[in-house]
Nanobody, 125 residues
């Protein structure tokens, strides 16, 4: 089992930036994909970004492409989400997730079985 703890959320004005971090513990996740998802009030949890275990393959939702960057440091068991040019529509709780099946990079929430508790991101207009 992997424990995931997100940090770095907060309140920012539109156009600003935030960097989220997700620290993993419990077992190595270096062979597994990591993803970021978000959930706004009253809405479903949706995919934001994912990184393969090597970091070579990265996938982004169309809504964040060009603004957000996912990266990972396997030596530190940490994955990051750099968020630039934030918009009020980006307001949500952001969750980090780890896939327990190696050698794939899913974008579907149901394929991830390890989740953090989330960190709130609020973007004011």
């Amino acid at each position: 089992q992997v424990q995931l703890v997100e940090s770095g959320g907060g309140l920012v004005q539109a156009g600003g930036s935030l960097r989220l971090s997700c620290a993993a513990s419990g077992r190595t996740f270096s062979r597994n994909a990591m993803g970021w998802f978000r959930q706004a009030p009253g809405e479903e949890r949706v995919f934001v970004a994912a990184s393969s275990w090597s970091g070579i393959t990265t996938i982004y939702a169309d809504s964040v492409k060009g603004r957000f960057t996912i990266s990972r440091d396997n030596a530190k068991n940490t994955v990051y989400l750099q968020m630039n040019s934030l918009e009020p529509e980006d307001t949500a709780v952001y969750y980090c997730a780890a896939d327990s099946v190696p050698n794939r990079t899913p974008t579907t929430p149901s394929l991830y079985d390890n989740w953090g508790r989330g960190t709130q991101v609020t973007v004011s207009s």
